[in-house]
């Protein structure tokens, strides 16, 4: 297979895993090109990308950034702080002032859920779902499920854990469609108040122990409390979420086997992780970030390849 089943990247649910397999081999591409001392490529020569950022976000806005210049596109940049939505411009307004500057693709980061479907909807543009509120945020599951891959050789058959807030996390959700289509056993692992009522319909194991979960598991995946995401009081303090749920080396080293830790980060150390955990061998936090490059070009590539044919 060489082209992916749909036009825009919105969302895990939609991929299959011929899609997500494709991203990876693409990826293992430019992961080469981008350890040589010359790391751009003309692969996207003729093509205008806007990062179109309605939240913060460090990673994946550095990420796609750098992405998008190692395959030579011309890029721009919008954020909401410092543009006219603060005057009361719509989304689509917004965007369509943007496309009209004759824009190919757009890498939207939105609070809503759905946001980037809205989009794909109502403009004439390839969309890139760079995380819709608490719903998906596709780019990370593929650079997370890449990085187990790179670390235990295969995806299939391992066990993953995704530790923390599950209710508010679109990682999370993510990971899930993404693991599961890649053929791992997953489970969620938190307080109730912060696992979704009904997630065990979407085939994952629930748990409640820090210490089951990592007897159990190949892989954890420590997920930040989203405070800015939380209305009300789900756990009595961070201090006593930390002691039920935070990592720290004496968790992993009562464990007879190495699991593998990654976080999406942004970390919150000594609430998730001990700052010990997060900069230890076990960790693999920095080359999910190192992937992310690679992973984000090869869905730009993959993605422009779609409008050419
Ligand atoms: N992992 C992630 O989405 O981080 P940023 O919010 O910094 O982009």
């Known amino acids: 297979m060489t082209r992916l089943s ?38 996207l020569r003729d093509i205008t990308i806007a990062n179109v950022f309605f939240e913060n976000s460090t990673r994946t806005k550095i990420s796609f950034e750098l992405a998008e210049k190692r395959l030579s596109a011309d890029v721009v940049n919008f954020s909401s702080s410092s543009s006219s939505v603060s005057k009361g411009e719509t ?73 923390g807030d599950i209710l508010h996390s679109r990682v999370a959700l993510s990971n899930i469609y993404c693991l599961q289509k890649m053929g791992a056993e997953v489970a969620v692992c938190g307080p109730p108040t912060l696992i979704p009522k009904h997630i065990d319909a979407l085939g994952v194991r629930v748990m409640h122990n820090l210490n089951e979960a990592l007897a159990w598991c190949d892989v954890a995946n420590m997920l930040r409390i989203q405070m800015e995401r939380q209305q009300t ?26 699991v593998t830790i990654m976080h999406p980060g942004p970390i919150n150390r ?9 900069d230890s061998d076990q960790s693999i936090i920095l080359n999910q970030v190192e992937n992310g490059v690679a992973i984000r070009m090869a869905v730009l590539y993959l993605l422009a390849a779609q409008k050419e044919s």
Not at 8 to 20: A, C, P, Q, R, V
Not at 150 to 158: D, T, V
Not at 270 to 278: D, I, K, L, Q, W
């Open 91 to 163: 989304l689509i307004d917004t965007v369509n002032n943007i496309l009209s500057m004759k824009v190919d693709m757009v890498v939207m980061r939105h609070p809503a859920p759905g946001a980037a479907l809205f989009l794909s909807k109502h403009v004439d543009a390839q969309i890139i779902n760079a995380g819709d509120g608490t719903h998906e945020h596709p780019t990370q599951a593929l650079l997370d499920a890449y990085s187990i891959r790179e670390e235990l050789g295969n995806i299939q058959g391992k066990k993953v854990v995704i530790v």
């Open 6 to 43: 749909s036009n825009h990247l919105l969302g895990l649910k939609e991929l299959t895993s011929e899609d997500i397999n494709l991203i990876f081999e693409t990826a293992d591409n430019f992961k080469s090109i981008l350890n040589r001392q010359i790391k751009k490529v003309p692969s």
């Open 270 to 278: 000594g609430v998730e992780v001990s700052s010990e955990v997060a």
């Open 233 to 258: 009081k789900y756990f009595p303090s961070l201090r006593e979420y930390s002691m039920q749920y935070g990592l720290t080396m004496d968790h992993l080293n009562t464990l007879d086997k190495e």
